[in-house]
């Protein structure tokens, strides 16, 4: 008996039923939609600017500004333009940002570690802080700070000294400060080894990062122990101290009371302290409830086989709990690094002269509100890419990896 066996034959379907050519298609109409509402909304910008006498471009940056910033941690004068008063306000919330972040880290862990000690004041205490600073709103904690505390505190001339000539007053915290050693040249302009010193803190840097290098391999291939992150300081430490010495890159200047405010050394003012302040405890309460969730998801066993194997509490938390609860920690606590970065916008309610303040007295002295505007909104964006970025790159680095 004979077998026939149809053939089938499988004619591919046409195109606008091919969902390959659908998922395409819909994401180039997608872009396209994009793109009209944007060349809409920039032909309508334009328009509008033009009727007013005004344009689109950053010409005007290039202007004298005209007016004084409070704190300026590069050099800056009111005849610079206003592309260096930009500068002015971006370093600033940079460096409020970076300090901010490395003392709201501390205080989160320290805190969210001391929720979780079985010292009932202690565990008190900290929840206590917790609860309160998490509900407070920010702007209203900046408000205490700068006029609750700082405003309150004496006038310069009758300033609190404090040890080690610093002086603490409504202007401000004076303290002793390294400035660059000038030497003088016989003919031509001063110089100062303050790059060649910084030359050799760069060179130690890589040194250290080698000899703790070697140091993990070895202590791959034979297990033997060694201190590599101290050894990694201490050659840090020492060629600096070194080069210090040696070079006199820097003199030390000591704050003096001069007729109205203190001359010399370095003055931190009450706007950035007050800022500062604010941020810190603000974030450091949200970070160390994302330290007490990250140790708490750990598994009760770590914790059981760091006593059988006879660690510490204080080892036990630091070389088995803190390094598995990182993976849960550092995801929600990079929100918090963005919104600190972002809150320091609220600097402008205490006069303190971050990105946002002195973009909007370049604002109002220029009109070119849409091209000051998308300034902000591009400093912001960067700075926040940035931090995201990194941020990702220590989240992949200690990571669980699946094999």
Known sequence: MSQQVATVSHQAPPFWRDLRFLSIAGQVLFVLIVALIAGTLYANVTSGMA???MNAGYGFMGLAAGFEISQT???YNPIDSYWRAFQVGVINTILVSLVGIALATILGIVVGVAQLSTNWLVARLARTYVAIFRNIPLLLQLFFWYFGVFQQLPVVRESIALP???YLSSRGLAFPWLEPRLIQQPAGEPTSNVMLWLTVVLASIVVA??????LKVR???TGAQSPRFLIAALIIAASGVLGLMVLQPFVLTVPEFQRFNFQGGQRISIEYAALLLGLTTYTGAFIAEHVRAGIQGIPKGQNEAARAVGLKGGQMMRLVILPQALRIIIPPTTNEYLNLTKNSS???AIAYPDLFNVSRTILNQTGQAVSVIGLIMVSYLTISLVTSLL????NRRVRLVER
């Open 51 to 53: 009727s007013l006498g």
């Open 219 to 221: 202590q791959d291939r």
């Open 73 to 75: 941690p590069i050099p």
């Open 209 to 214: 990062g080698a000899a703790w290098y070697v």
């Open 346 to 348: 609220l600097a402008i």
């Open 391 to 394: 941020m990702n790159l220590y």
């Open 164 to 166: 080690g000539a610093i």
